[in-house]
């Protein structure tokens, strides 16, 4: 078969082998010109659009409801800290290459991303911010203080439990410790014995 292909080729087997891999600087070229290119329309779409696309749905859910501003962004704080919490989590097990850690985490961070969206609007001082945070205080009044209380607030709880699985983890080895150094003696006076 590999023969065949030479023949159609023309090449000789002595040609073939010193054949080098052609170059890929043309791919290159263009990727290197086109990824800058994708980067900057997202950062764009991410700055411009979707500030003022996240303050739009927020306020349309509450219709300038203080009471609903503050329930929707607590929950939204605190629902989307936590779940992105308790899978970053998962990163700690030890059978995870560092690939699939890496995918974790990334995937953590997408899920956060109804809190990175309020974030960037409470932070971002560009003029698509300003006008989400206009939206914002006329439609889902309380939204962006009662989102970072919820954020707190799950962090807060995360963290308690990362310590109580730490303290229980700890706890059940010093257990079972203890239970060898008193099966221990035992053991050495049965064999004593007999």
């Known amino acids: 078969m590999e023969e065949k292909t030479r023949a159609a080729s023309g090449l000789t087997s002595n040609e073939a082998t010193t054949l080098k891999p052609r170059s890929?600087?043309?791919?290159?070229?263009?990727?290197?010109?086109?990824?800058?290119?994708?980067?900057?329309?997202?950062?764009?779409?991410?700055?411009i659009f979707m500030p003022v696309w996240w303050a739009t749905k927020i306020s349309s859910h509450n219709a300038g409801s203080a009471t609903g501003g503050w329930v929707s962004g607590f929950s939204i704080g605190f629902v989307f800290t936590l779940i992105p919490m308790l899978v970053l989590w998962q990163v700690r097990y030890r059978k995870l290459s560092w690939r699939g850690r890496g995918v974790i985490a990334i995937f953590a961070v997408v899920l956060a991303l109804p809190n990175w969206l309020t974030l960037g609007i409470f932070r971002n001082p560009s003029d698509a911010a300003q006008k989400a945070q206009a939206i914002l205080?006329?439609?889902?009044?309380?939204?962006?203080?009662a989102s970072l209380v919820g954020a707190l607030s799950s962090a807060a709880i995360s963290l308690i439990l990362v310590i109580s699985w730490l303290v229980f983890r700890r706890?059940?080895?010093?257990?079972?410790?203890?239970?060898?150094?008193?099966k221990a003696p035992l053991d050495s006076t049965i064999h004593d014995a007999g």
């Open 171 to 182: 706890r059940g080895a010093r257990i079972r410790d203890l239970e060898a150094q008193q």
């Open 137 to 145: 205080n006329t439609g889902a009044t309380w939204f962006g203080g």
């Open 24 to 47: 890929n600087w043309k791919i290159r070229l263009l990727l290197g010109v086109i990824a800058p290119l994708i980067l900057l329309g997202i950062y764009a779409i991410a700055t």
